[in-house]
Every structure is written in C-alpha cells, then in structure tokens.
C-alpha cells in the first residue's frame, strides 16, 4: 500500500487543450479567470446576464413549440397562418438574442460581487470581459470595480498579453503563472476603486 493519497478532484488536474485551436485557448483562459475569482478571492457570480440570454431563448422556444402543437392538432393547410407567424417571430426573437449578446454581453465572462460579511459596506463589483482575435496571440481581458452602490465611480484594469506566456509546449496551462498576472491587476484596479470611494 502506498503513502501517497491521490485526488480525483477534477480543479486539481492540469488544463490541457491544443494551443492552436484559438476558442480552447480562449475558454482555457476564461475558466482559469473566473476559478480565480470565485475560490481564491471569494467572488459570488452574477449569473443575471446569462439568465436573460435564457429569457429570451426560452421566449423563441416557446414560438416554436405553439407552432409544433398547433400543427400537431390542425394539420398544414389549416395552421399555415400560425405557422408562418410563429416562424417568423421565432427569426425576430434569435435577432434580439444576437443584438443581446453583441451589445449587452460584449465579451463579458464573468460579473461578480464581493459581499461584506459585516454589512457595512455595500460590497464591491466586478465585471470582466475578455477578447481573443482569431488567428492573434494577444489576450486582452479587462477588469472593471465598482465600489458600493454609487455606479460613476469606479476603476479598471487590462491585461494583455501573449498567450504563449500562459501555456507550456503541450498546451497545458501554467495556472499560477496566469493568477500572478491577474492578481497583479486586481489588486491594482482595486485600489484605484477603494481611492475613487
């Protein structure tokens, strides 16, 4: 029997992914970012924006069953006017999701709040997008704070970078070498929103 315990924890294995694949890289990274937020710097999400990207899917959905049943129980010649509004509905709500996620959404990969156990203060706000052209070894992630409830004052911080700095030569991800980096602009943008308060 030996001595040594072994884990089967999923977060301790090292991330592995082709490096050459841009959308794993770029997801790599992201997961790497919000792991760092939520378990070492004790973040609490804000699912808020993906839950109105499922507002609106379900919305589409919806258009899509009424027209399946509808069919269901009056047979083509006679739901063709249901039919064709609901498609075309269906066509107008997937627009609004794409102008949602384009406008409203912009890259962001994780909003986050930082809650006082006190309850003094009213917390502290992060927002982070991030941005990897196709073909480009630059990541650019942006951080924003907001301190308390007043949303003008706030600070932000941008890290960009190569990705190769972040990566070995097979493609797993140097974990403490990508926080080090991230600490060093969290706890820079985080003081410039404490001295904005």
Known sequence: ????????????????????????????????????FKETLNFTEDYSLMDGRLYISLFACLFSIY???????????????????CVISYFIVIGILTLYMYFIEHGKIFIGKLIDKTGLDSGLRCTISSKLKKYDDKYNLTLEYKEGTNKSTGSSGALITSIGNYFDEDGVLCYDRFTNDLKKISDQARLNARKAK
Do not use: E
């Not at 884990?7 to 794993?24: E, Y």
């Not at 992201?30 to 760092?36: F, G, L, R, S, T």
């Open 67 to 85: 027209a399946l049943i509808y069919d269901w129980f009056y047979p083509f010649p006679k739901s063709r006017s249901i039919l064709i509004v």
């Open 1 to 36: 029997m030996s001595n040594t315990a072994t884990t089967s924890d999923a977060s301790a294995k090292p991330v592995k992914i082709n490096k050459w694949d841009t959308n794993a890289v770029k997801n790599a990274l992201d997961d790497a970012c919000k792991k760092y």
